[in-house]
């Protein structure tokens, strides 16, 4: 049976010469954007195109954090889109589980709806989700201000919904429940009921099974649904561009964005120093989330 | 009776659990959602008189849309960009990769790490990248690596708006077209292709008579994905062109935020943002319909 005959041989090897071809050519073009922000934020003499460097230097990663406003665009940014990451694998684990072991009515409404409310374009929502924030934080402010007086202020960079780290956490936690909590019903699905049966025969409350049985078991499912949740949160432009604009507050795609319209001096070994930062932690998280991602997306082709 | 209502009660507990995403999602995508529809029945703007006293204006929004040339210009170029960057781009460089992937040639992993890459880049990321790509006429990148062929250079960005934003988008989108159709090409059983080889058809007929039309399913699916998410695409334009030059590249979503944040006239904007929202339902309902979703 295994006889292949000459010309199927050779017809073999020369479609593996075309899919070497091929998918050295989408290679490339996949590749070579990126060798500008590598090669440019270790140059010393950064252009707008790409060139090899004639003098490499650290110096554009030393002047991000030491001369512009770089760590704190990081620091905001990791903790604004940790938090949220952090919220939504509490809130998807909690609600995938639930959603996984119900048998109520209101199950199948819910998860058809989910994947509707995915599907609406952020652009879309968040204008009236502006008004929305503007109110809450009004009223935010019209309680903490007889209280606090002028420590408001500084109370409100934090918990405000317009122009502090609450509101921004709270709205990217929302736009990536959806995904988050499709990805841990499913997961929660195919985990055996046979450990929590066993743990409720043992008189176990329902937190207690929760804590010593389930999250265990569900680490995986929440690995995945929290690189999900880092990965766009990380990489979204809009929500701090229309919620934020205290200079302190910045995060680092909003940071990068302004670098980049000082039009008449723009500091290509900054920017590109800047972009290589905000890109690695992309990158590893997408390079941890290649296995889910094959799963998840082959899992939701299955139905 | 008793299992019954210990039953009853820990189905009422599993919504209790639930809760807090319930209350996140009705709170800030939800409500939103809803409120947009009030707000394009209003004048509300964000300075000026409207902006203290707003109105309600009726179906005044709507017909001033069906007079304007922009919005029919940003559905024209939604329209495009889509099909460009979605149907097209993507998915042909996603399933000419996917098929390729298959064949047990070497360094599998490392090409398909690479292609993966775009989707990792952030969208201002990826806008810079290719604003280097492409800016600065005679010295962009692109010129200068197609005028080593022969070909002329050009301020890409400037006489190519739209393919630009449609190329780009195209870079950013292949892995997951790839992604989507490696596992629909995985469900189609071996025997099938040995049984075509045997009857001696050709790579060409084994793709139109076999892989393609085993694949729709998921094609399908893939189209409906794509196209939805292409919709939202927002910050990658902006990035690159913030919908200029002259309107060549103002998809509907920057459409939406020049009319609410630049424009500031937040009733008309919530009305465009209405037609975004009904576009991507529909085509979100038809996306639930052909996954038949097991629940």
């Known amino acids: 049976m295994a006889v292949v005959s000459p010309s199927e041989s050779a017809n073999k090897g020369r479609s593996d010469l075309i899919a070497y071809a091929t998918l050295s050519l989408i290679s490339i073009f996949c590749a070579v954007p990126f060798f500008w922000v590598l090669l440019a934020s270790f140059d010393g003499n950064s252009q707008l195109f790409l060139h090899w460097p004639e003098q490499w230097t650290f110096a554009n990663y030393v002047r991000v954090f030491t001369k512009e406003d770089g760590a704190k665009w990081l620091f905001n940014s990791l903790f604004v889109v940790g938090s949220a990451t952090l919220l939504v694998m509490v809130l998807a684990g909690l609600g995938g589980y639930a959603l996984s072991r119900t048998r109520a009515w209101w199950k199948l409404p819910f998860l058809y709806a989910i994947l509707l409310i995915r599907v609406l374009p952020p652009t879309a929502l968040v204008v009236p989700l502006y008004k929305f924030l503007l109110t809450l934080n009004n009223a935010e402010a019209a309680v903490l201000r007889p209280i606090f007086g002028s420590y408001a202020r500084d109370i409100m960079r934090w918990t405000g919904f317009i122009d502090g780290y609450l509101g921004l956490i709270l709205v990217l936690a929302t736009m990536q429940l959806p995904l988050a909590l499709w990805i841990m019903k499913t997961f929660f699905d195919g985990l055996p009921r046979d450990y929590e049966e066993a743990a409720l025969m043992d008189g176990a409350t329902l937190i207690q099974r929760i804590r010593r049985v389930l999250i265990p078991l569900a680490l995986p499912g929440l690995a995945a649904a929290g690189l999900f949740a880092f990965m766009s949160a990380w990489g979204d432009f809009l929500l701090p561009l229309i919620f934020l604009s205290s200079p302190e507050l910045q995060t680092l795609p909003l940071g990068l964005f302004r670098a980049f319209l000082r039009i008449n001096e723009i500091d290509y070994g900054l920017l590109t120093a800047l972009a290589f930062i905000y890109l690695l932690p992309a990158v590893v998280a997408f390079g941890f989330a290649r296995r889910f991602l094959v799963q998840t997306f082959s899992g939701g082709v299955k139905g | ?295």
């Open chain 2, 1 to 295: 009776m008793a299992r019954n209502s210990h039953e009853k009660r820990a189905e009422r507990q599993w919504l209790l659990i639930l809760l807090p995403s319930l209350v996140l999602l009705l709170a800030f995508v939800i409500y939103p959602a809803i409120y947009s529809i009030y707000l394009s029945f209003t004048n509300e703007a964000l300075t000026g008189a409207a902006a203290l006293r707003p109105r309600f204006v009726g179906f005044r929004n709507y017909a001033r849309l069906f007079n304007d040339a922009k919005f029919w210009n940003a559905l024209f170029v939604t329209f495009v960009f889509v099909i460009g960057s979605a149907v097209i781009g993507q998915f042909v460089l996603g399933l000419i990769s996917a098929m390729a992937l298959r064949r047990p040639i070497r360094f599998r992993r490392l090409f398909s790490s690479i292609i993966l890459l775009p989707n990792a880049a952030p969208e201002v990321v990826a806008g810079f990248m290719w604003i280097s790509m492409l800016a600065g006429g005679n010295n962009a990148t692109l010129s200068r690596i197609v005028g080593f062929f022969g070909v002329t250079p050009a301020d890409w960005l400037q006489v190519f708006p739209l393919s630009m934003i449609i190329v780009v988008n195209t870079w950013r989108g292949i892995a997951t077209a790839m992604i989507l159709l490696t596992a629909g090409l995985s469900t189609i059983p071996a025997e099938i292709y040995e049984a075509a080889r045997m009857d001696g058809a050709t790579p060409s007929q084994t793709f139109r008579r076999i892989t393609l039309p085993l694949m729709m399913p998921t094609i399908l699916l893939y189209m409906l994905i794509s196209a939805v998410s292409t919709i939202a695409v927002f910050g990658l334009v902006y990035a690159l062109t913030r919908g200029g030059p002259g309107g060549a590249t103002e998809v509907i979503s920057i459409y939406i935020y020049n009319q609410s944040f630049t424009a500031f006239q937040l009733g008309y904007g919530a009305a465009v943002a209405v037609v975004a929202l009904v576009i991507s339902l529909i085509l979100g309902i038809a996306y639930v319909r052909a996954m038949k979703v097991e629940v």
